[in-house]
């Protein structure tokens, strides 16, 4: 019996998600982008903690709420550091937090945010010879379909990958009706080892 080696695609963003608000400056909807910065303002004993956007067209600021009056013992002290030096892994984790975006009325948008693909071999094996298993591996949300996905990274069209979705060459462990759902952390994806699959195959192993 031949053991085939389970694979991980890890979706890295290359770059962070857009706020749609109203500008003052230029009076209508834009898009406003990360700074990637963090503004602290201690008020009394209390403390206000921002990430900076600005205006793709005026570069005009607006200030998204990541803490509000809250007393400094409150908040973790690593992470304390991380506002005041601007770390970036900690500015990417809060544009990233949709609960953040919720939280301040905020018309965030994903669909422009695009991701390398990193493979690499798991050490986990499957018995089946005939299945080759992808395991998705994303830390941040995605509006990325799984069709599109495949298609991208496979180089063939939607319309064969669907094809093959209905000879139930490639399906989604726990879900083998759909191809068109979003993309999920730990979502894995099958393929059946069958003569049609192979430039499939060629393309992950």
Known sequence: MSYLKKYQWELVPENLPIVKRNCPKCNEKTHYISSEKFRVNANKNNIDIWLIYQCEK????????????????????????RFLSNDKELAREYAFNLSIYNKNKAEVILEHVNYKLIQKKLEAYYINENEL????????????????????????????????????????????????????DGMEIHVLKVVESIEILEAIV
């Open 133 to 184: 298993a992808i395991e998705i591996a994303c830390k941040y949300p995605i509006e990325l379909r799984v069709d599109k996905l495949l298609s991208d990274k496979l180089g063939l069209s939607r319309s064969k990958i669907k094809n093959m979705h209905k000879k139930g060459v490639i399906f989604i462990k726990d879900n083998k009706n759909l191809l068109n759902i979003k993309v999920r």
């Open 58 to 81: 005026c570069k005009s600021t607006w200030n998204m709420t990541i803490y509000e009056r809250i007393k400094p013992y409150e908040i973790n002290k690593y992470e304390y550091e």
